[in-house]
């Protein structure tokens, strides 16, 4: 026959075990609710930089058209300055020419 404080105390021993799994199972319950929560978090703060990223790319074709347009402006300035310039060094030679061929000496400012 078997011994009856054998009988009691392995159901004892049972719920022992069965209260140690069951709080280890609501320990990885909030664990798993814990890591669930971060996940979303990362989700949205990674929605977050990808619209900002968005944002900083459209800006930066905004500003790489506003250059290219500037570059382009410099450049028409540039060629109508030289043009300007040759016409001016062309005019200033035609004069000199014309002093010369008219034998017109400037008189000195020396007194």
Do not use: F
């Not at 054998?6 to 709080?23: C, D, I, S």
């Not at 930089?49 to 250059?67: G, M, N, P, Y």
Request: aromatic share 2%; hydrophobic share 35%; proline share 3%.
């Amino acid at each position: 026959m078997a011994d009856p404080s054998v009988k009691n105390h392995r159901p004892t021993k049972m719920v022992a075990q069965e209260e140690l799994l069951r709080r280890r199972n609501e320990e990885l319950e909030r664990e798993l609710k814990r890591s669930l929560e971060r996940e979303e978090k990362m989700k949205t703060e990674l929605q977050k930089t990808w619209e900002r990223l968005r944002v900083a790319e459209e800006a930066e074709e905004h500003l790489c058209s506003q250059l290219g347009e500037l570059e382009a402006e410099a450049m028409d300035q540039a060629c109508a300055y030289r043009e300007r310039l040759m016409t001016l060094m062309e005019q200033l030679s035609a004069a000199q020419k014309l002093i010369q061929s008219a034998s017109v000496q400037i008189p000195s400012m020396d007194l």
